[in-house]
């Protein structure tokens, strides 16, 4: 027997458990139109995760659901979708502040010297002579390019660092060793 939804949600969604390698990728602003599309607020300027899979795990403050995406498209600095089981402008709107997950296994490949932000948090990074300058906390993305933020322990307090992700600072990525190498100096 199917989990019953609060009757705040679409009827015909799905309760479903978040997957094992969920990855949050956006969450949903507002309806768009009337025929039941609505509008994602992706957390990343590239979101070819929200085009590669058409199931998306919803995150509401009362469950969570599985989404069957019929269709989804860049539309200005947003992403509209459209799923099944969503129906009208009010079955949108129901969905509005939830938060968007997909699986990290149904992302597309990143090409060669391209990396998912999420891979790279959590990597230990040393320098060409092999100090440890710290463990990537978060990046940011400061336009032109996206910085590493490093976190690392100075005096038992801790601290953060901050490194261009460039090829002129960053000499190599190892996912499977988890180490990215750069060429920069724990006093810089």
Not at 60 to 72: D, G, I, N
């Given at each position: 027997?199917?989990?019953r939804?609060?009757a705040?949600?679409?009827?015909?969604?799905?309760?479903?458990?978040?997957?094992?390698d969920a990855?949050?990728v956006?969450r949903?602003?507002?309806a768009?139109g009337?025929?039941?599309?609505f509008?994602?607020?992706?957390?990343?300027?590239?979101?070819?995760?929200?085009f590669?899979s058409?199931r998306?795990?919803?995150q509401t403050?009362?469950?969570?659901?599985?989404l069957?995406?019929?269709?989804?498209?860049?539309h200005?600095?947003v992403?509209?979708?459209w799923?099944?089981?969503?129906?009208?402008?009010d079955?949108?709107?129901a969905?509005?502040?939830?938060?968007?997950?997909?699986?990290r296994?149904?992302?597309p490949?990143?090409?060669?010297g391209?990396?998912?932000?999420?891979d790279?948090i959590?990597?230990?990074v040393?320098?060409r002579e092999?100090?440890a300058?710290g463990?990537?906390?978060d990046?940011?993305?400061?336009?032109?390019?996206?910085?590493l933020?490093?976190?690392?322990?100075?005096?038992?307090?801790?601290?953060?660092?901050?490194i261009?992700?460039?090829?002129a600072y960053?000499?190599d990525?190892?996912?499977?060793?988890?180490?990215?190498?750069?060429d920069?100096?724990?006093?810089y």
């Amino acid at each position: 027997m199917a989990a019953r939804l609060p009757a705040d949600l679409p009827a015909g969604l799905e309760a479903a458990p978040l997957p094992a390698d969920a990855i949050e990728v956006g969450r949903i602003a507002d309806a768009w139109g009337v025929k039941g599309w609505f509008k994602v607020i992706p957390h990343s300027a590239s979101p070819e995760a929200l085009f590669s899979s058409r199931r998306w795990y919803l995150q509401t403050p009362s469950a969570t659901v599985l989404l069957r995406v019929k269709e989804a498209k860049e539309h200005s600095d947003v992403v509209v979708a459209w799923a099944h089981d969503v129906e009208g402008r009010d079955a949108a709107e129901a969905l509005k502040g939830a938060r968007v997950f997909v699986p990290r296994s149904s992302f597309p490949t990143a090409g060669e010297g391209e990396y998912y932000w999420v891979d790279l948090i959590g990597l230990d990074v040393a320098n060409r002579e092999g100090v440890a300058l710290g463990k990537v906390k978060d990046l940011l993305a400061t336009g032109p390019q996206t910085v590493l933020v490093l976190e690392y322990e100075e005096d038992g307090k801790p601290a953060e660092r901050m490194i261009p992700f460039v090829a002129a600072y960053v000499d190599d990525v190892d996912l499977k060793a988890r180490k990215i190498t750069v060429d920069w100096q724990a006093d810089y």
